[in-house]
């Protein structure tokens, strides 16, 4: 155990700042530009490096590393779980059957054979890089995503495939490093106490953590409130929790924090968007972190395991993703581009990093070979799949066009109606939908001009010849899963708001009214 250094304490906390610092500044430039946040932050940590400001210069062995790497995969997977819609992916079960199924596996299985030919592993060893490298990367995943450009069903398949092919791959890597020990012989007892362990007190812990801090949330906030702030805290700490919770049974802290996530999704707790934009946004910043650790001098031992035999395994790794998900995607009958888009974009980043170092962690023979050919992989994959956005023809598509009234009109028609007291109403008869400037109630009074506005503060403004627009700024989740829908609301997600406002030519001098529920 390292002793307690007020130097190493001070530059641990200087860099968390400049981490931060850098994101928030450069987050718009970045989306602007559409150059790959990962690759920034790589430079970062070069800079800070050993060959820059010699600030950082970590080994595999490090516990800050460790300590970073573990909270970065479980917020990832935990963050993950939340942001899953039930709803949708029941709807899309096939499409997530045929990215996770055929895809993903199909792809770590082609990997896992190619490391154990191309470069002589040990089969457990290249099952473990195979899983690892077969992991897309989510913060290159968001970016992409975020784009308005992409087709709608190239971003729901990456957005199943990031949020869902992390908890297929884990277990494969966790019971493929049972057998990188050299040779284990096993009792059929132990293998059923490892299976225990990694597939039920994992999972089990996490379940039951999940239930007690929604059930817990859920009778605080009936009785006394919760401020939205600290309710955007809270699942975190049930992230944290579900955690140790298993790692103290000898279960999988990973499962158990997806586990948690997806034990709060399942029971639609009403956890407010800003937890999970904080949430994401956490899990976001704790990766670029680990990112910058990584690329102040670990990642580039990448370039030291160089040969043609290790190029030749990194570029298969890259392209064999194609045509395993074209083949896969076939039955789906998606447009070609959709399909091409979804095949080409697998970038490997910290999600593979991560994954393979459980066994360094471990301390199995071999695992330091396996990070130093993953670091090569990842760094290739950043270059390639990093900027090849930018490439990118941007064009709006049909589903992004700015909304027009008929399109008001029959989206209301079929999600339900505008509520006066914000509870949904199943009722589909658009004739009884409340008519926002239909009434002429007194003049506008002192009351609109607080940050929240009634239906009928809405109508005296109209009333009084006041210009006012409708906006629904509901993220895609609560939008898309909502039955609720304000009638003749101009739809504008919380992203692009400045491009959106431009293409739905908003009056500058309009009352604005954001409906979000």
């Not at 997977?77 to 045929?98: K, M, P, Y």
């Not at 069903?153 to 277990?171: C, I, K, M």
């Not at 050919?373 to 994959?381: A, F, K, P, R, Y």
């Amino acid at each position: 155990m390292e002793s307690f250094s007020p130097e190493l304490f001070a530059t641990t906390l200087a860099l968390i700042g400049v981490v931060v610092l850098v994101a928030a500044l450069l987050s718009g430039a970045i989306e602007r530009t559409g150059l790959p946040q990962v690759a920034v932050f790589l430079a970062l940590g070069a800079a800070l490096g050993p060959a820059g400001l010699g600030m950082i210069d970590l080994t595999l062995d490090s516990p800050t590393l460790r300590i970073v790497a573990t909270l970065s995969l479980a917020l990832v997977l935990f963050t993950d779980a939340v942001s899953l819609s039930v709803a949708e992916t029941r709807r899309h079960a096939g499409l997530a059957g045929l990215v996770l199924g055929p895809g993903t596996l199909v792809t770590a299985a082609l990997t896992a054979l190619a490391g154990w030919w191309l470069l002589g592993l040990p089969w457990p060893a290249a099952i473990v890089l195979g899983a690892a490298l077969a992991s897309t990367d989510p913060v290159i995943l968001r970016g992409l995503l975020r784009r308005r450009d992409i087709p709608a069903p190239t971003r729901l398949a990456l957005r199943l495939e990031g949020g869902l092919n992390d908890v297929v791959l884990l277990p494969i890597v966790l019971v493929a490093m049972a057998f990188m020990g050299g040779d284990v012989v096993r009792t059929p007892l132990e293998w059923a106490q490892l299976g225990v362990d990694l597939f039920l007190l994992g999972p089990l812990a996490g379940v039951l953590v999940g239930l007690f801090s929604v059930g817990t949330l859920d009778l605080v906030r009936r009785r006394v409130g919760i401020r939205r702030d600290y309710e955007s805290l809270y699942a975190l700490g049930v992230a944290f929790t579900a955690f140790a919770a298993a790692e103290s049974v000898h279960g999988s802290g990973f499962l158990a924090a997806f586990a948690a996530g997806l034990t709060i999704t399942a029971l639609d707790v009403e956890l407010c968007d800003c937890f999970l934009e904080y949430g994401e946004t956490t899990a976001e910043m704790a990766l670029l972190l680990t990112f910058v650790l990584l690329g102040s001098s670990l990642i580039w031992s990448g370039f030291g395991v160089l040969s043609l035999a290790a190029l030749a395994f990194a570029l298969f790794v890259l392209l064999v993703r194609v045509p395993v998900f074209l083949a896969a995607l076939a039955p789906a009958k998606l447009e070609r581009r959709s399909s091409l888009l979804i095949a080409w974009f697998g970038p490997r980043g910290l999600s593979s990093l991560l994954l393979v170092l459980l066994p360094v962690f471990a301390e199995l023979p071999g695992a330091q070979a396996l990070f130093a050919t993953c670091c090569l992989v990842v760094l290739i994959s950043v270059l390639l799949h990093g900027f090849s956005p930018l490439l990118l023809r941007r064009r709006t598509t049909n589903d992004e066009r700015p909304p027009t009234t008929d399109d008001a009109e029959r989206t209301t028609a079929d999600r339900g109606l505008f509520p006066q007291d914000g509870v949904g109403s199943d009722r589909q008869d658009t004739s009884e939908a409340i008519q926002l400037f239909a009434t002429t109630p007194p003049a506008v009074e002192e009351s609109t001009r607080s940050t929240r506005i009634t239906v009928a503060e809405v109508e005296r403004l109209a009333a009084a010849g006041a210009p006012v627009a409708v906006v629904d700024v509901r993220t895609e989740r609560s939008y898309g899963t909502s039955d609720v829908i304000a009638a003749g609301a101009l739809r504008m997600p919380p992203d692009n708001v400045v491009e959106r406002a431009r293409e739905l030519r908003l009056d500058p001098a309009a009352w604005i009214v954001l409906y979000c529920t």
